[in-house]
């Protein structure tokens, strides 16, 4: 018994250090994006580079509160529409799925599964066609119907897993009081599913914040554009400031790294939901 204490004593540190390596080699382009984002231009080519910025600057970041500020706000306000919609379609749908049963409810689940496995790029080429005939191009709303479109279908299933969770004598309850569907899922449901509404809001949020490929498509050239390509313009065939584009990634990084600390355990509640059955 006491070999076997010994041997699992033993394994603890060693997991403990393999553990802190991966984390340091998964972080380390992180680290090297904040190296660089304080690097001079004429150390850039520098060989071997420096691992710390000894001669450090604060070019980029002046450019980006300089440049960049607009490209912030027009990210904050596709992020935050593209949560409103995405929220106000799903978790109806999700309710619907979970507790009415509607006809054919099974063919919808597996076609959001299916949604899924859209590439982007075909779906933007989609986009750019219907939104050339509606007038849509290069507008903020046009942006946040189409990244909706990424967050919905997972958004659905998120909702489904977790309002199967909710105990049907509550429903009963209320429909016993006089509530109809809305006024259930209004006062009953969607309180009780904050993880879930949480859970949602934060990737529909990260989704349309990363987006580049409908923004390039889709709202390239207009007079608001996201930061992806806020970043992308500072990239020419021959100019490339590297401690500017690091800057503003860095920037840009901080809303969504402060969200998903804040959400962390929403988050785990509703991704879990519906996993375990009584």
């Known amino acids: 018994m006491s070999l076997v204490r010994q041997r699992a004593g033993g394994r603890g540190p060693l997991k403990t250090a393999v553990g802190v390596v991966l984390t340091a080699v998964m972080l380390f382009p992180v680290y090297w994006m904040v190296n660089v984002s304080f690097t001079r231009d004429q150390d850039m080519r520098k060989s071997p580079p420096d691992l710390f910025p000894a001669h450090g600057t604060l070019a980029g970041y002046r450019t980006v509160l300089d440049e960049q500020l607009p490209y912030l706000g027009t990210s904050l306000v596709i992020g935050l529409g593209t949560v409103a919609l995405t929220v106000a379609l799903a978790a109806p749908a999700g309710f619907a799925l979970a507790k009415l049963r509607p006809r054919g409810g099974g063919i919808l689940s597996f076609a ?7 590439p982007g790029i075909i779906m933007a080429m989609g986009f ?47 429909k016993t009081d006089g509530a109809g569907p809305l006024r259930t899922f209004w006062s009953i449901v969607l309180p009780m599913s904050r993880n879930a509404v949480v859970t949602v809001s934060l990737f529909a949020f990260l989704w349309s914040w990363s987006d ?27 100019n490339q400031e590297w401690n500017a584009i690091m800057a503003t990634a860095v920037v840009a990084s901080l809303p969504a790294t402060v969200i998903l600390v804040l959400a962390q355990r929403y988050v785990a509640a509703g991704v879990t939901a519906g996993a375990v059955k009584d």
Do not use: C, R, W
């Not at 959001?112 to 859209?118: G, K, N, S, T, V």
């Not at 967050?151 to 209320?174: C, H, K, N, R, Y």
């Open 212 to 238: 580049f490929v409908f923004a390039s498509t889709l709202v390239n050239g207009g007079s608001h554009e996201p930061i992806t390509l806020g970043i992308y313009h500072y990239i020419g065939n021959n």
């Open 128 to 174: 750019y066609a219907i939104y050339l005939q509606l007038g849509l191009l290069k507008t903020v709303p046009g942006l946040i119907i189409a990244d909706s479109t990424l967050a919905v279908p997972f958004a659905v299933l998120i909702f489904t897993a977790f309002m199967s969770g909710i105990p049907g004598e509550l429903l009963q309850a209320a």
């Open 112 to 118: 959001l599964l299916a949604a899924q496995m859209i």
